[in-house]
């Protein structure tokens, strides 16, 4: 995003005229547009509409105000998330009037969900997609993943991504009460039910064409291991942050974690889960790539 005030045309950004066309994109989707250089952003006036702020503009610029000052404890510069505009718009006749509104990256929209009226169902909405989403761009924004070439190497990436993360998330499903191997493989199962759309491993294998002894992990390309690592990531870290207690409760997390996954995939028009094919197992990559470097 640029820096300072600028003065754009009504049709210097362009709405995603695609994902519009989509009757299950979502209402933060729909409003999204594309700046000069490329870049994602949304309109402040139209998230104002999205979240019911429509009584009075300044109530939401409050909301604003609150995002920029969380913007800047976290170590970011406002300025590259937060971009005040004066917008030029007809009135009729060929005329034009001006109107102040700042253009917001997907992580200031991500602070304003999260310092907007909670009680308000869509802001709620608004809090899940745009979590989801903002981890999902870090992901890709990563330096080590971006320098990546080929399936392969991000497939190798993610899955040891993964194995890490699957470790944390053990241990705080065993401080919330999931002590055994069984109770373990029932956590996990509502995950996967979440995120599968009511698929669990069974369905999975079988879906995917896996026999028992086959990895439903090792089978997936980058694309599905990002989303089951978003699935983990959130889950252990939504499991600590409500100290949730008890098999049941953290089951229930993890299953509705995995179904706000599920969600937002649906909200891009990504595609299910389910419906991706099987990749070539990782652990034939991983022999591949220590041969290449024992032969150098």
């Given amino acids: 995003m640029g820096k300072g005030n600028t003065i754009v045309k009504a049709n210097a950004t362009r709405e995603n005229r695609n994902d519009i066309s989509k009757p299950h994109v979502s209402s933060f989707e729909r409003i999204k547009k594309t700046n000069e250089e ?17 009584a009075d503009y300044r109530n939401f610029q409050a909301v604003i105000a609150k995002a920029k000052e969380a913007c ?7 300025s590259n998330h937060f971009v005040a505009i004066t917008e030029m718009v007809p009135i009729g006749s060929g005329a034009e009037r001006p109107i102040e509104d700042v253009l917001l990256s997907r992580y200031a929209c991500y602070l304003i969900v999260q310092n907007a009226d909670p009680a308000k169902k869509i ?3 608004g809090q899940t ?24 190497e991000r497939r190798l990436f993610l899955r040891k991504e993964l194995r890490e993360h699957n470790k944390q998330l053990v241990d705080a499903a065993k401080d919330a009460g999931v002590e055994s191997s069984l109770d373990y493989a029932i956590f996990q199962n509502h995950g996967y039910t979440g995120l599968y759309g009511g698929m669990g491993a069974k369905e999975i294998h079988a879906r995917k ?15 599905e291991l990002a989303a089951n690592l ?50 070539e197992s ?14 150098k």
């Fill in 38 to 54: 490329g870049q994602e952003c949304w309109s402040a006036r139209q998230l104002a509409k999205v979240l019911e702020y429509t």
């Fill in 72 to 78: 800047k404890n976290s170590g970011q510069e406002p």
């Fill in 123 to 125: 802001v709620a909405l």
């Fill in 129 to 152: 997609y745009f979590a989801v989403q903002t981890r999902m761009q870090e992901l890709t924004q990563l330096d080590e993943y971006t320098r990546l070439a080929t399936e392969e």
């Fill in 209 to 223: 064409g896996l026999n028992k002894s086959q990895k439903i992990l090792d089978h997936m390309g980058s694309t």
């Fill in 230 to 279: 978003f699935r983990a990531t959130q889950t252990e870290e939504k499991l600590r942050r409500d100290q949730v207690k008890g098999k049941e409760k953290a089951n229930q997390t993890h299953f509705e974690v995995g179904r706000k996954v599920r969600k937002a995939i649906e909200d891009i028009g990504g595609t299910m889960p389910e419906e991706l094919p099987p990749a």
């Fill in 282 to 295: 990782i652990k034939l990559i991983e022999k591949k790539k220590t041969k290449k470097l024992k032969d």
